[in-house]
């Protein structure tokens, strides 16, 4: 058993084992008998709801469908190590991102941070040679790139999961 004081690795355990299975799941793939009779009563609703006992608590996490579709399995990792540890970002609103690639192609996501955003547009893109070279912020009027805010493609991941991703658009 864990609390949210134990060692990080203990907490990422767990935590990657509950996000392969779920990302297993949503993939269609044979899971563990225990645990597939809930998930296929899950998978009839919109969402999913797991509980994950620890010494000092018990953590319920509720996630769309839609979310862990969207999601990777180290992003699905990380929110829940998050929220294992009570650590949150202070912010829980969406943004927009376009997130540019070394072809030409500009992909649009919802993410929380440039670092969300760019790991959902690589799953979006995943084969070789192509690499995200910019991530800039969209304003909320009229989807142009927000000048103030735009970050660096070496941003790293983190914070909570994204909601999804929209449809490739050619680079402006």
Same mark, same amino acid.
């Given at each position: 058993? %864990?609390?949210?004081?134990?060692? +990080?690795?203990?907490?990422?355990?767990?935590?990657? /084992?509950?996000? &392969?299975? +779920?990302?297993?799941?949503?993939?269609?793939? /044979?899971?563990?008998?225990?645990?597939?009779?809930?998930?296929?009563?899950?998978?009839?609703?919109?969402?999913?709801?797991?509980?994950?006992?620890?010494?000092?608590?018990?953590?319920?996490?509720? *996630?769309?469908?839609?979310?862990? #579709?969207?999601?990777?399995?180290?992003?699905?990792? $990380?929110?829940?190590?998050?929220? *294992?540890? $009570?650590?949150? +970002? !202070?912010? %829980?609103?969406?943004?927009?991102? #376009?997130?540019?690639?070394?072809?030409?192609?500009?992909?649009?996501?919802?993410?929380?941070?440039?670092?969300?955003?760019?790991?959902?547009?690589?799953?979006?893109? !995943?084969?070789?040679?192509?690499?995200?070279?910019?991530? /800039?912020?969209?304003?909320?009027?009229? @989807?142009?790139?927000?000048?103030?805010?735009?970050?660096?493609?070496? &941003? !790293? !991941?983190?914070?909570?999961?994204?909601? @999804? &991703?929209?449809?490739? #658009? $050619?680079?402006?």
């Amino acid at each position: 058993m %864990t609390t949210r004081h134990s060692p +990080l690795n203990a907490l990422k355990a767990q935590a990657d /084992k509950i996000a &392969a299975t +779920l990302k297993a799941a949503e993939r269609g793939e /044979k899971i563990d008998a225990q645990i597939a009779g809930g998930l296929a009563e899950a998978r009839a609703k919109d969402s999913f709801k797991v509980g994950i006992v620890m010494d000092d608590k018990i953590v319920t996490i509720t *996630m769309p469908w839609t979310t862990i #579709r969207a999601t990777s399995e180290a992003g699905l990792s $990380e929110y829940i190590v998050n929220q *294992m540890r $009570e650590t949150r +970002l !202070p912010s %829980t609103d969406l943004q927009m991102f #376009r997130v540019h690639f070394s072809d030409g192609i500009a992909v649009d996501v919802k993410a929380q941070s440039p670092g969300n955003a760019r790991a959902i547009a690589t799953d979006l893109r !995943p084969w070789r040679g192509c690499t995200v070279t910019k991530v /800039k912020r969209l304003s909320a009027e009229g @989807g142009k790139p927000d000048r103030a805010s735009s970050a660096s493609a070496d &941003a !790293p !991941p983190g914070g909570q999961p994204p909601a @999804g &991703a929209e449809q490739p #658009r $050619e680079a402006e």
